[in-house]
């Protein structure tokens, strides 16, 4: 397959340009969130756990992150199509199994666009997923099996509700796990230009 490198590259530097774009929106949202609710708590003030007010900032940033995360699933897949458009190939990321971020990863693994092998942020965004997934699926109480992921997100697990509080903090970090994921690929996708 022949790949027109100078137009998927010119094509990923103008969608990486919005992603930016997008991060810096979030993050300024996030802080403007923090101001008007004063959803922010820190850790060692969660001895008032049942509260109402607790209770409403708790779901808030619980929200946020799902929202976040699922935001930047569907940033990634597109990325996926820009890559698509960009090759005028007729394979998408849509046609390949798996889901999220892994799915984008395989994908432009399969267009020899990158090594999954050199990707090392996706670990951290995996462990997000598994966040994601106790909070919307299990009321936000991780199964002991996935204390390593609590522990590679830095999330706060209560011993008195066995529950993960997420904090407006926590999802500042996943947006940094998600810049941090996406320069790793538009790197690899770059060194392209290098070694042709």
């Given amino acids: 397959m022949y790949i027109n490198l100078d137009k998927l590259l010119e094509d990923i530097f103008n969608y990486e340009k919005e992603f930016r774009y997008y991060i810096d929106e979030d993050r300024k ?20 756990f049942f509260s109402d007010e607790y209770q409403i900032k708790s779901e808030l940033n619980n929200s946020l992150l799902i929202s976040i995360f699922g935001r930047y699933e569907s940033v990634f897949n597109t990325l996926c199509l820009v890559v698509k458009r ?11 199994r ?3 971020f892994k799915r984008v990863i395989v994908y432009l693994e399969k267009l020899n666009l990158l090594d999954s092998k050199k990707i090392k ?14 909070i ?10 996935n204390e390593k992921h609590v522990l590679k997100t830095e999330v706060f697990w ?16 996943l947006i940094d796990d998600i810049e ?13 230009n290098v070694s042709n």
């Fill in 86 to 96: 960009s090759l005028n190939i007729n394979l998408t990321h849509e046609d390949l």
């Fill in 121 to 134: 942020a996706y670990d951290k965004i995996d462990s997000w997923r598994i966040i994601r997934n106790t």
């Fill in 136 to 145: 919307t699926h299990n009321s936000s109480v991780p199964e002991e099996k």
């Fill in 180 to 192: 941090y994921l996406f320069q790793e690929i538009v790197d690899e996708i770059k060194k392209l």
């Fill in 98 to 100: 798996g889901t999220g």
């Fill in 158 to 173: 209560s011993g008195d509700t066995n529950a993960l509080h997420i904090t407006k903090e926590d999802c500042l970090k």
């Fill in 29 to 48: 949202t996030i802080q403007k969130l923090n101001e008007i609710m004063d959803c922010h708590y820190k850790k060692e003030d969660a001895n008032d």
